[in-house]
């Protein structure tokens, strides 16, 4: 148990994260027994504040949990009406025929949505059954009952900003106690995390492999915008410097989706994936179609990519991780939203047996069973050769080749069998000596912005009064190992400018840690080659405030 006095309320199931995997489970709760107590705790200011996928939604999901969303006012509107697969190179683009592509790569039949809004909508439906949500509610640590998780702090505000420990103003917060706590956290969670360690769950499995996900919101001139397109490129800038590409998806009121990915297994240390993405907005295609419009809003994500290999264990005594706490995406569709939202549904059910049956903090291995057995493994196994292929062969060898299995899984078979991902992200770093230096060019704060700039159009905020949330295991490690090993790439990685080595005239270089401006992202905790950064929960509800668009 937990060594500070706290409040405690009970409940039959705690869920930690208001994304599509933990509202689905709530959801799923109430619907098969509206007696259950359910309570969800975001620590987003409000439910899809923290929610940046805008996205291509596979409506899988909510066709198995609500069948009757179309007619429930659900912000779900725009159905894909065209696909586009590009290969860049400097100045010009290859596009790819669509008939070659495996018939899992189509999204006839899917919509273009912001999942924030989903979200929104979402926790609108949760509530009318029952549900109790707090926003504003960041759970940071566990509570342990002997060997079973029972549930999570919550709530607690006022450690002192130098010590981090008890100031005079601090709120212990409440313990929330609950027969079964599930954690959907979304990518890299942080009390997921400690799960998996504390019980060994990724023991047997290949190391979870991660991307960086950066977007914008653009409105464009109408005269280019073409509702329901879809395009995704591959190629230029990144080159064989690192995996990776973009997404532009032609949402309503004249908006795309502008997005880019970086697989986060690239070596050189020197790579800065943010000016990779404000690089990528000048290649021909893309800077004519943005031409005369604005960027409304930006933000960056990690995104799993391990896929089925990557998978731990979902199950401990009293705990079950759900959606991207697992890593639920599949990779090629870069899609893992209806994944999430299934995930959410199995807990759920496997939740409500036990309770039934008398049980309580017990494994669910019933969940793990369905995701493993069901329409969640169907979808990621028939992918799971892709990414292997791609960190080992490149871009080019992997299109072919994961093509062609991703064909013959659609059969029922592979020619590779299951192929295993490489090292974590963090140890695919290599030495800053062993690459060249990238020259970006200057953004031109027309259709490429500087970091901080496009910071402010995530609208991130954090009181300052608190202890920095991105702990350091060792605070030498930053100037004495990473700056000289790897040219500290915490400089570069962090989309939002968090991490700077300060060098003033005739001093020591120093490391400094601007958490204000921290999107929560999670990119630091996963690559940082010494692995000596830990994200944690801030205070109260900072982080990005994704807007309601
Ligand atoms: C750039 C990008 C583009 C993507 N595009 C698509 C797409 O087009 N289609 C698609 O289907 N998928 C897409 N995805 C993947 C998709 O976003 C994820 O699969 C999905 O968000 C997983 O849902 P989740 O509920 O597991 O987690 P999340 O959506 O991440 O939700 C987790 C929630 O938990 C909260 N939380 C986390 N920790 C705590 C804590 N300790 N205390 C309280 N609250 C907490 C977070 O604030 C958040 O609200 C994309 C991902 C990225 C990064």
Redesign the pocket.
């Known amino acids: 148990m937990s060594q500070i006095a706290r409040e405690k309320m009970e409940y039959d199931v705690v869920i ?7 509202l689905s489970a709530a959801i799923r709760l109430k619907q098969l027994d509206a007696d259950l107590s359910v309570v969800v ?4 200011s409000e ?1 899809g ?10 409506p899988v999901g909510l066709d198995a949990l609500l069948p009757d969303w179309r007619s429930m006012g659900a912000p779900i509107k725009t159905l894909v009406q065209e696909d586009n697969f590009y290969m860049l190179g400097p100045a010009g683009q290859i596009r790819i025929p669509n008939f070659p592509m495996p018939p899992l790569m189509n999204n006839h039949g899917n919509y273009i949505v912001s ?1 924030a809004n989903v ?1 929104r909508w979402m926790a609108g439906v949760a509530e009318g059954l029952g549900v109790e949500i707090f926003p504003g ?4 640590e566990l509570v342990f009952d002997g060997n079973r998780v029972a549930g999570v702090v ?1 709530g607690e505000f006022g450690r002192d900003p130098a010590t981090g420990e008890p100031g005079p103003s601090h709120e212990p917060g409440m313990e929330l106690h609950g027969k079964y706590v599930f954690l ?4 890299r ?3 997921s995390k400690q799960v998996i360690e504390k019980y060994d769950l990724s023991k047997g499995h290949c190391p979870q492999k991660y ?1 960086l ?3 914008e919101i653009w409105e464009i001139d109408p005269a280019k915008h073409k509702l329901g397109t879809v395009t995704h490129t591959m190629g230029w800038p990144l080159g064989k410097n690192a995996g990776g590409g973009s ?1 532009i ?1 032609h949402l309503e009121n004249n908006q795309v989706y502008i ?1 880019f ?1 970086v697989h986060l297994n690239y070596e050189n240390p020197h790579l800065y994936p943010y000016m990779e993405f404000q690089r990528f907005k000048h290649h021909p295609m893309v800077a004519e179609l943005l031409a005369g419009g604005k960027r409304v809003a930006y933000g960056a ?4 990519e391990g896929g089925w290999q990557s998978m731990p264990k979902m199950v401990a005594p009293g705990v079950a991780l ?4 697992v890593g ?2 599949n990779v090629p569709r ?7 939202m299934l995930s ?1 549904k199995a807990a759920a059910e496997a939740a409500h047996a036990a309770i039934k049956a008398g049980r309580a903090g017990d494994e669910l291995a019933a969940y793990e069973a369905e995701v493993r057995g069901g329409a969640i493994g169907a979808d990621l196994k028939k992918v799971r050769n892709v990414k292997p292929l791609w960190s080992k062969y490149g871009l080019v060898a992997s299109l072919m080749g994961g093509g062609l299995d991703m064909w013959t899984n659609t059969l029922g078979f592979s020619l590779f069998g299951t192929l295993k991902h490489g090292k974590s992200d963090a140890a695919a770093t290599g030495l800053a000596k062993d690459f060249a230096p990238i020259d970006y060019p200057k953004p031109d704060g027309t259709l490429s912005f500087d970091r901080l700039t496009n910071v402010a159009y995530s609208f991130t905020n954090h009181d300052e009064a608190q202890p920095a949330h991105l702990k350091l295991k060792d605070p030498s490690i930053p100037i004495a190992v990473n700056l000289p090993k790897y040219a500290e790439p915490a400089q570069r990685y962090c989309p939002a400018g968090v991490y700077e080595v300060v060098a003033e005239d005739g001093k020591a270089p120093r490391f400094v840690i601007n958490f204000q401006n921290c999107v ?1 992202c999670k990119t630091c905790d996963i690559k940082d080659p010494s692995q000596n950064i830990v994200w944690t ?1 801030p205070q109260g509800a900072g ?1 990005p405030n994704y807007p309601n668009m």
Do not use: Q, W
């Open positions: 930690v994260g208001a994304g599509p995997a933990g705790l975001e620590k987003g439910v504040a923290h929610i940046l996928s805008g996205a291509v939604l596979d999942m979200c509610m960041s759970c940071s919550a959907s956290e979304g990518v969670g942080s009390l991307g996900g950066m977007k997404f998806y997005g990915v994500r990690a995104i799993s759900l959606g991207c706490s639920m995406v870069i899609k893992g939203n209806h994944n999430a959410g929560h929960t982080g």
